[in-house]
């Protein structure tokens, strides 16, 4: 670290499990790189709903990670640790982190850092490693979506949904979305969903049976969870993936089995932060090799909703918790040079 690096910093705490208002400034001691990490001059926090979950109680860190909410990052580098080899003091990025997010600095395992895209601004690009890694993770490695194939994507509007739309997009597949909001529906479609399903309103599975020439979808990426099981598995085609990354709708339902047996379907799922850096640096290399090209070649965007100050991080989670985002929220650092 060089001479002009402060002994502490700012941080956003939660002092107790509760509402927004449990986010409190605090003043914490820098932390320092391990052997295979990197220290970060943060300029940028993406906001995330496990970081709302987390503040309420809900969603601990893991063992060892920090307290701090916050699961990416983008900044600037000003130290590394002894076993680095890719990244040095001066260079900027993003970053997947386990906590820690919401300060002034904070440390990443190297091989959870991207440079920053083509043509991304460095506050922009702090939105991008959660959902990325989330949706490539799952929709890609884990759903086995290919070209030509249709995407159905819930909550379409959310951060992980705008990203979904996205790649599905980018990457040949048709896809569909459901929103809560009329408003919503249209933000979806403008990413690139060929159709969006306003869920109040209207039945999901006849509106994408409707608009897809009477089929079903090959791959469900759900946040729902029990109240959407039944409907799920009915939309889904011969071999088609259900993948559930959220349970916002409840954890256990009834399954009919035999429609699992005659369809051949796949049911899966999985949460990210507790995997271990090992397998977030495989999410890493293809994010590097095959998608990070697309934001030079206008295919991909980051989605922007608002971006607060840091010591505003509670305003930033009232948003989320009124299910009013389309997007993403950041939380930039006050005393950095911002777009």
Request: with cysteine; glycine share 10%.
């Amino acid at each position: 670290m060089n001479k002009n690096t402060p002994d502490t910093m700012m941080a956003i705490g939660i002092s107790a499990p509760g509402g927004p208002d449990v986010l409190q400034p605090i003043s914490l001691a820098l932390p320092s790189p391990a052997t295979n990490e990197v220290l970060i001059k943060v300029a940028a926090a993406g906001v995330n709903r496990p970081d709302c979950l987390q503040r309420q109680g809900l969603y601990p860190a893991p063992p060892g990670a920090s307290e701090i909410p916050g699961l990416e990052v983008s900044g600037e580098i000003i130290a590394v640790g002894t076993n680095c080899i890719r990244f040095k003091p001066g260079d900027q990025v993003c970053a997947l982190l386990t906590g820690g997010g919401y300060a002034e600095y904070c440390v990443a395992p190297e091989v959870q850092c991207l440079p920053i895209p083509e043509g991304v601004s460095l506050i922009d690009a702090a939105s991008l490693p959660e959902t990325y890694f989330t949706v490539w993770s799952n929709v890609f490695q884990r759903g086995q979506l290919q070209a030509g194939e249709s995407l159905l994507v819930h909550g379409g509007a959310s951060g992980i949904g705008s990203t979904a739309i996205q790649f599905g997009k980018a990457f040949g597949a048709k896809v569909f979305a459901t929103a809560g909001s009329d408003e919503k529906i249209e933000f979806c479609e403008s990413l690139g969903a060929s159709k969006a399903i306003n869920y109040h309103n209207d039945d999901f599975v006849s509106c994408v049976k409707s608009a897809n020439d009477g089929q079903g979808v090959d791959v469900i990426l759900d946040i729902v969870g029990a109240k959407y099981l039944a409907q799920n598995t009915k939309l889904l085609r011969v071999d088609g993936r259900l993948v559930v990354i959220a349970v916002l709708g409840g954890a256990k339902a009834e399954l009919n089995l035999a429609q699992v047996l005659m369809k051949r379907l796949t049911i899966t799922g999985s949460t990210l932060r507790a995997r271990p850096p090992a397998v977030k640096q495989l999410i890493a290399v293809d994010l590097e090799e095959y998608v990070w090209p697309l934001f030079a070649a206008g295919k991909l965007l980051p989605t922007i909703q608002q971006a607060f100050p840091l010591h505003e991080a509670a305003e930033a989670h009232r948003i989320l918790d009124a299910n009013e985002a389309q997007g993403k929220i950041v939380l930039k650092v006050t005393d950095y040079p911002h777009d």
